[in-house]
């Protein structure tokens, strides 16, 4: 998934952080490299989960592409009790901006997936809420263009544009032919030919 997409539509349509909202892969790194003043929000890569293929002669899976919004905040006492009533903001303001949203036209909408404390000092309280979105991997229709190696294969090939079908008829009183069956002559060819597009 692309976070550059979640960051802009989060600048878009989430004014609680006034702009200050920046992406990354880690957190640790974010952390160490995006000094934002508070209150601000982090989107980081999470992972993603494949579930098995579920089709027996071709690739499809449904892949959960997962990402956080690491929130941080300034706190003004260790126990975070301010923090948390504007974490329940904060939080009503993510679903609001994220949850049914689709972050491209190959995925299904947003879902949220629970939040947890990552950091609370006397300074700033980190938090972090995750959110996952599915998407299909194996194409659905053959103009789509190829998304796996199975794929590439096949649009490699040329086009089936027809077969001939030989029949052997099973007769048995054929005289030359003793015991009942096919004789293996060719009493009948047909050709079919298939319509391109």
């Not at 609001?96 to 947890?116: F, K, M, N």
């Not at 404390?117 to 299909?136: D, K, T």
């Not at 015991?179 to 009493?187: K, Y």
Request: with cysteine; charged share 25%.
């Amino acid at each position: 998934m692309k976070l550059s997409a979640i960051v802009a539509h989060m600048r878009a349509h989430c004014p609680a952080f006034g702009g200050r909202i920046s992406a990354g892969i880690d957190w640790d790194t974010v952390a160490s490299s995006s000094k934002l003043q508070h209150p601000s929000a982090y989107v980081i890569a999470s992972g993603d989960d494949a579930e098995p293929n579920d089709l027996q002669n071709a690739i499809r899976q449904t892949i959960a592409d997962g990402f956080d919004v690491v929130i941080v905040l300034d706190s003004s006492d260790e126990r975070g009790q301010a923090a948390s009533d504007a974490l329940h903001d904060v939080r009503a303001e993510l679903w609001r901006a994220l949850v049914g949203w689709e972050p491209g036209s190959e995925y299904d909408p947003i879902t949220y997936d629970g939040g947890s404390l990552v950091h609370i000092s006397r300074a700033r309280v980190v938090y972090r809420f995750g959110f996952v979105a599915e998407f299909q991997l194996g194409r659905s229709r053959g103009t789509d263009p190829a998304e796996t190696w199975q794929e590439v294969e096949h649009d490699g090939r040329p086009p089936f544009r027809g077969l001939d079908v030989d029949m052997d008829h099973i007769d048995p009183k054929d005289p030359i032919h003793l015991q009942p069956g096919p004789d293996g002559r060719v009493e009948v060819r047909i050709p079919i030919e298939l319509p391109q597009e």
